[in-house]
């Protein structure tokens, strides 16, 4: 896999205009989108108008989750270069701080408007891997979010310059994509919440949601154990892999208590 000429797309003026920024746009446009669709075609009592509503305000502060979580975990080279804490178009967003400023901002917004949080969460827990697998392309185009040393063949590997390598992988060419490997991983998701989870937990409002965080979480943290730009590791593990499991641990915990949580209305 040959390593982008160029990280910008175009330029207009002086000002060039990134591919990274390009598709997080086409990420957060095909994420509303699917959220939309699925709401409309299988979750009766869920208001199309309430979520274009809601939807720019989670946006919006999942992208600054994103960003204040990355920077707060690089928080030692982010306190000498101030001007660059907001620089979204050069990359470091994590999902992690995107879920948590999403989930966070929802919250209030569902509350304001009465609805049900873990109904909209559901609807909301579709569209997150559609934008999370398109919006690992932009790690490819800032050749960022790739692992160790790869011997596959060339056409899997990824050839990273050397200007973007590793002090101590300089001597090697080709890395593994580990961020096409979550594309994958995020499609496959999406694929198994919409044909397999749906169909089982329609009568669980926030298990579907919670499902998500699971299967999401198994492959961040194996694809993590292989990935080298880690902003943050304590004692050898990387943040994102504790952060995964935490996540898997609440979210099953959650999910019992959401079943149990249901059936003891419908008993009553």
């Keep these: 896999m040959i390593s982008p000429a160029s990280a910008v797309a175009f330029c207009v003026g002086s000002y060039s205009v990134r591919f990274y920024s390009l598709i997080m746009l086409g990420a957060i446009i095909a994420g509303s989108f699917t959220i939309c669709f699925v709401a409309k075609k299988y979750y009766r009592g869920v208001s199309i108008e309430k979520i274009l509503d809601i939807l720019p305000v989670i ?5 600054f989750g994103a960003r204040l979580y990355y920077v707060a975990l690089d928080w030692g080279y982010y306190s000498k270069h101030l001007l660059e804490v907001f620089a979204f178009n050069q990359g470091g967003l994590s999902i992690h701080g995107a879920i948590l400023g999403g989930f966070l901002s929802g919250y209030f ?10 109904r909209y969460a559901d609807v909301f827990a579709y569209g997150l891997p ?3 697998a398109i919006g690992r392309l932009g790690n490819y185009f800032n050749i960022e979010a790739f692992g160790k040393p790869c011997f596959f063949s060339d056409w899997i590997c990824m050839y990273v310059p050397k200007v ?3 002090f101590e992988y300089m001597d090697y060419e080709y890395f593994h994509p580990t961020f096409l490997y979550e594309i994958i991983w995020n499609i496959i998701v999406f694929l198994l919440l919409f044909f397999v989870v749906k169909k089982n937990v329609k009568n669980y409002d926030g298990v579907l949601f919670f499902v998500y965080l699971i299967l999401y979480s198994v492959g961040r943290f194996l694809i ?7 902003v943050l590791s304590i004692n050898g593990i990387h943040i994102a892999e504790i952060v995964s499991f935490i996540v898997i641990i609440f979210s099953v915990i959650m999910i019992l208590k959401r079943v149990k949580d249901t059936k003891r209305i419908t008993m009553l």
Excluded at 109 to 118: E, G, M, Q
């Design 59 to 63: 946006v919006i502060c999942a992208i």
């Design 109 to 118: 917004c569902v509350k304001h408007y009465k609805l049900n949080l873990w």
């Design 224 to 230: 993590e154990g292989i990935r080298l730009d880690s």
């Design 164 to 166: 973007k390598r590793p």
């Design 130 to 132: 559609i934008g999370q």
